[in-house]
């Protein structure tokens, strides 16, 4: 047994040294990868970064830009005694941070090695010019000049994105065109047009010598090759129109989304409360705090929040009726403050007069009125059963590119929800449910979830009397062509006509001149023509949510407006004003009644931040 | 002290084993050969100059042949098993006071610093340790069998090495676990290697591919064995390896009927986003479908196979059947305390090394660089080397501690695989003629230490080695006698020469 066991042991040590040698074996002869590292490793490539491309807006503003900073690097070896004091106060910083730097790098010495290390970022032209008159005193230290994002207008941190240092998840996802170290545009415009904007990287090959110096370039430069810098992107942002939304959603949670309807440009696009461009720049040192920040300045409300519409999608509902042959213009339904359903319910409606045809209800927003409507669409004898005609509804629904994806080229869009007729079988039963049971969907309340960004191309959709083209944020320019698919017209299955009694109904709700008066008079502004809806959205976490939507002018539209403001209360109240005000500011390049600078002066004051519940 | 007259007395040419002393010598020189190539051109110091550490070294080898000749001619080898004990516990004070009193060397507390003088009594205490294990376990009536003096062989073994690793030297540490294979030789049980081989298999494999497929290995291996110990190999094929292959498919196709009927299944469950997975389960009210997972499957198979098993071990009184079952649990609390071992009980740069040797997490600039480079090195040596001094990646300091841990590096690039075939091979030698010596003695004490002498550089290279060219994380440790460093030196030549001296003393008479 023993003899066995010596024996035993024996083998196992030629077991080991057989699974180390069959190692060696591998790495030293049979894989050649470490043969090209090693030749990487005496040949230096000096990376040139090439300058990231310019972002312009509609009108040729340039809303993202690039400035020069320089970063500090420090070989720690190549370090000898020096002056804390004098080079702190030669790059403007408190010396105790690079005393502690240094400190790190004496305790990791051994791990760092050769290794360059970043000891200050984005240090000032004007500081490293100081810097670099007593360089010569600072041996190991140096500047390397870097080109970082300058932002000239606020046009807004969510629509722009910003540009950070890839992470392992972004080189997993997008293996080999990126090496660690490089930069990327993350959200927004940014990572939208990344492959136009970032260039070409170049570089430098040098040689290095057994003392780790760099020696001469590698065969004349045969080698370098030029960055090649990243394209410019005309974007369809109006700057000063997008900077004003943000002024006007200041201290409100919510959206505005501006559309150009014939062209499906998107003009603004403001989440609020989003991240400033003042912290775009550096965005590493602030990302502790947008993540921390309660209120989510990084959810980009316009393309992902899922809402319930409320009343502006009475116009949707209207015109499904009208197509469907269920409603006529004039019928007339009676509305005693609100429309009974049985067992003493009542969905309750506000004061106004009774009965109204489509156009008084649209500019009332009567919700009795749409209740029948809806009880029509869905009780239809066209359908043999009401899944058959929830269906058919939802298929129009659909059309007005709601429930799904609008295929916009701005990243991190979702699509909202319009449930199906399986959705409602499932939750109540094939036979347990029938028009009362979801009647909220009559005013654009209960299972129905839509983006800022699909209530705005609603708009525009009946600004453009039955199509829109999918929102989108770049235009054709020199070197970037856009999709295709945003030149294309897409259709409701609305006819065209009937469009026009929505408009109309709009039209009356903002400028009256109907039998019973509209929602939205505070829209009204003088020459403008201006056509809208207002909402009244239930949260189920506190006040209600403001909604508005309006294009004007009304016979030739040039901008759709929806804005969205969380907690706000009556349409009329918040999103109105702000919807409109884009417009007047869009169309006439300022506010000039006083009348209306009274309105501007109440909205950029209003703080609604208190009514909003934070998680 | 030196016996004279005696007539069964051999030579000096008999006695000493010189086959061992000079694979000794030559793996010294090849030592201070390397060194100087590891370092010249960093510290431009011509190799006899003591400025440099070739020519240190060559100091530390004088006081290291001194050593090796008063441990053979001087001192007398009857005093070292007398002397275990008292060793054994004066450095076991050592290791302890160094943690209170020592400076912070990269993160660990093991150094005891006398003005120019260092020293580690982690060293010695590998020499300690042996004695004392050998002392233990050569007495009359040892049986490792015996609950007793297991139990003393766990705690001789133990207690310095809870020592070492409050010092955090886990590099030095682990290599206490190669005492096992000495105790395999004198008659611990296959099992426990067994036992060990597979606790490492799992928590690899709970890292690499998590819990689920750690446990099903498990299950695999132990019904395996336990099929093959009541010779039932046939119908372990039949009936559990078929069981085993539909549950280890069974998270696709879970995976697979979750993304049929919910779209986006799976990104609802791993996105950060609460409104991305709010957007995908509004769609569908089978999101309670998500809150299974196929970990409680398995879990359930073993909830209820243990018991089964449990009865009809208690039936047959086959006391297989209980260890098998006392496995099985044991290694399902080993997969779960796996991430709190991984989490709480790892320093933040042992976690990272490990991560990059099971390619968890690549980061070639930072944990990853040492390896990444050492590997380069290595690897561009091809089949015979770049030659003497004529390593890049070496002399351009690319590889840190060049000289100390990585001084395999040197070997591997300048001499290329014939160069570290003729190194392991050295080692190999000098291994096995440890062993033969050993097994050739007729005195257990001798045989015993002779086992731990062996089990100890056993493990400096395998882990040294396996460091270098990325089969073990990066653990610092010296290769035996190659390693630029003085302690390091004396404590392996110290190891090896008490051992030639009990061998002599032997030969010397018999």
């Known amino acids: 047994m023993a003899l066995e066991r010596h024996h035993k042991l024996l083998i196992g040590l030629g077991v080991a040294a057989a699974i180390l040698l069959g190692k060696l074996f591998v790495i030293q002869i049979l894989d050649d990868k470490y043969k090209t590292d090693a030749a990487n490793n005496s040949m230096v490539y000096d990376v040139i970064y090439p300058t990231r491309g310019i972002i312009y807006d509609r009108n040729g503003e340039i809303i993202v830009g690039n400035k020069v900073a320089y970063d500090i690097i420090v070989s720690p070896r190549e370090v000898k005694p020096f002056d804390t004091l004098a080079l702190a106060k030669a790059l403007n910083v408190d010396p105790d941070i690079i005393r502690s730097k240094m400190e790190y790098y004496r305790k990791y010495r051994s791990r760092i090695g050769y290794q360059a290390q970043t000891l200050l970022k984005q240090v000032s032209p004007e500081d490293y010019m100081k810097f670099a008159e007593i360089q010569y005193k600072f041996p190991g230290f140096k500047g390397q000049m870097r080109t970082i994002r300058d932002y000239p207008i606020n046009a807004g941190g969510n629509l722009l994105g910003y540009v950070s240092e890839v992470d392992q998840a972004f080189l997993k996802k997008h293996e080999g065109e990126y090496r660690s170290g490089d930069y990327a545009g993350k959200t927004g415009i940014e990572a939208a047009r990344e492959n136009d904007l970032r260039g070409v990287k170049g570089y430098h090959v040098y040689l290095r010598d057994s003392h780790n110096q760099i020696q001469t370039s590698y065969n004349n430069g045969e080698l370098d090759k030029e960055a090649i810098p990243g394209k410019d992107i005309v974007t369809t942002i109006d700057a000063h129109l997008q900077e004003y939304g943000q002024q006007l959603m200041k201290n409100k949670v919510g959206s505005v989304v501006a559309i150009e309807p014939k062209t499906g440009e998107i003009l603004a696009m403001v989440s609020s409360p989003g991240i400033d461009v003042s912290q775009l720049a550096d965005i590493g040192q602030h990302y502790a705090d947008i993540l921390k920040d309660p209120y989510k300045p990084m959810f980009n409300r316009t393309v992902m929040a899922s809402y319930p519409p409320g009343s502006v999608f009475k116009l949707v509902n209207g015109l499904i009726g009208l197509q469907e042959g269920v409603l006529s213009p004039s019928d007339r339904y009676p509305c005693s403050r609100g429309f009974p359903y049985g067992n003493g319910h009542k969905l309750g409606c506000h004061g106004h007069a009774s009965p109204l045809a489509l156009l008084d209800a649209i500019a009332t927003s009567c919700n009795g009125y749409f209740c029948y409507v809806f009880r029509n669409i869905l009780e239809n004898k066209k359908y043999s059963s009401i899944q058959e005609s929830f269906d058919k509804w939802r298929e129009y629904v659909l059309s007005f590119g709601f429930g799904q994806k609008l295929g916009s080229d701005f990243p991190s869009e979702l699509g909202g929800n319009i449930p199906t007729s399986n959705f409602y079988n499932k939750r109540y039963g094939r036979k347990g449910w029938k028009f009362q049971t979801i009647i909220s969907l009559s005013i654009g309340q209960g299972e129905i979830g839509v983006t800022p960004l699909q209530i705005a191309n609603m708009c525009a959709t009946v600004a453009n009397r039955g199509y829109y083209i999918v929102p989108h944020i770049i235009k054709d320019s020199e070197g970037v062509k856009i999709d295709d698919i945003y030149h294309q017209r897409h259709y409701t299955m609305v006819d065209t006509t009937h469009f026009q009694k929505a408009v109309q109904g709009m039209y009356m709700a903002v400028n009256g001149g109907g039998a019973a008066g509209g929602t939205a008079f505070s829209a009204r502004v003088e020459g403008l023509d201006i056509c809208g809806k207002t909402g009244t959205a239930q949260n189920p976490r506190g006040a209600d949510n403001s909604v508005f939507i309006c294009f004007a002018p009304k016979d030739d539209p040039k901008i759709a407006v929806a804005a969205y403001v969380e907690n706000a209360g009556f349409g009329a109240t918040w999103a109105s004003p702000i919807a409109s005000l884009m417009i007047e500011k869009y169309l006439k390049g300022e506010i000039s009644s006083p009348a209306r600078k009274d309105v501007e002066k109440r909205v950029m004051d209003g703080n609604l931040m208190s009514r909003v519940k934070k998680d | ?510």
Not at chain 2, 1 to 25: C, E, F
Not at chain 2, 427 to 439: M, Q, S
Not at chain 2, 482 to 497: M, P
């Open chain 2, 1 to 510: 002290m030196l016996d004279t007259g005696n007539k069964y007395k051999r030579s000096l040419k008999q006695s000493i084993d010189w086959v061992l002393v000079g694979i000794y010598l030559v793996l010294i020189v090849l030592g201070i050969v390397n060194i100087y190539a590891a370092i010249h051109s960093a510290d431009g110091v011509s190799f006899f100059s003591f400025d440099g550490r070739s020519g240190k070294q060559l100091v530390w080898m004088g006081t290291s042949f001194f050593l090796a000749f008063m441990i053979l001619f001087v001192i007398s080898p009857r005093l070292w098993e007398p002397a275990a004990i008292p060793m054994y516990l004066a450095v076991l004070v050592l290791l302890v006071v160094v943690i209170f009193v020592s400076k912070d060397v990269k993160g660990s507390h093991s150094w005891f610093e006398f003005g120019p003088v260092k020293f580690q009594p982690a060293e010695i205490s590998k020499i300690t340790t042996s004695l004392m294990l050998a002392m233990v376990m050569s007495r009359p009536n040892f049986k490792l069998s015996r609950i007793k003096d297991f139990l003393t062989v766990c705690a001789v073994v133990g207690i310095p090495m809870l020592a070492i690793l409050g010092e955090s030297e886990t590099g030095s540490a682990l290599v206490y676990v190669g005492f096992i294979f000495a105790l395999y030789r004198e008659g611990l049980s296959g099992w426990f290697l067994v036992i060990i081989g597979m606790a490492i298999v799992l928590l690899i494999m709970t890292l690499t591919t998590g819990p689920y497929a750690s446990i099903l290995t498990l299950i695999a291996l132990v019904s395996l064995i336990y099929s093959l110990e009541k010779n039932r190999f046939g119908k372990w094929l039949v009936t559990d390896a078929i069981f085993l292959l539909v549950m280890a498919l069974f998270p696709t196709i879970w995976n697979s009927i979750l993304n049929a009927l919910i779209p986006g299944a799976s990104l609802a469950m791993v996105t950060e986003d609460p409104s991305v997975k709010e957007a995908i389960l509004c769609t569908t009210n089978l999101d309670f479908l998500l809150l299974f997972k196929p970990l409680y499957l398995l879990l359930a198979v073993i909830g209820i196979g243990v018991p089964i098993y449990a009865v009809k071990a208690y039936r047959e009184a086959h006391p297989f059947t209980w260890y098998s079952l006392a496995c099985v649990l044991a290694g399902v609390v080993l997969v779960f305390s796996t991430n709190i071992l991984f989490e709480k009980v790892l320093q933040d740069h042992q976690r990272k090394r490990i991560e990059v040797l099971l390619g968890l997490k690549e980061d070639p600039a930072g944990v990853g660089y040492n390896v990444n480079q050492s590997m380069i090195a290595i690897g561009s040596g091809g089949l015979f080397g770049k030659g003497y001094l004529q390593g890049t990646q070496t002399a351009y300091g690319f590889v840190p501690e060049q000289s100390t841990d990585f001084i395999f590096c040197t070997v591997g690039e300048e001499w290329g695989f014939a160069g570290c075939l003729l190194i392991i091979m050295l080692y190999v030698a000098l291994i096995w003629r440890i062993l033969h010596d050993a097994e050739d003695c007729r005195e257990s004490f001798t045989r015993i230490y002779g086992y731990c002498v062996a089990c100890c550089i056993f493990m400096h290279l395998f882990i040294n080695v396996g460091m270098t060219i990325g089969l073990m994380p990066v653990i610092g440790i010296p290769l035996p006698l190659l390693s630029y460093g003085g302690s390091s030196l004396w404590a392996f030549t110290i190891l090896i020469f008490i051992f030639l001296a009990l061998y002599r003393q032997e030969k010397k008479y018999f």
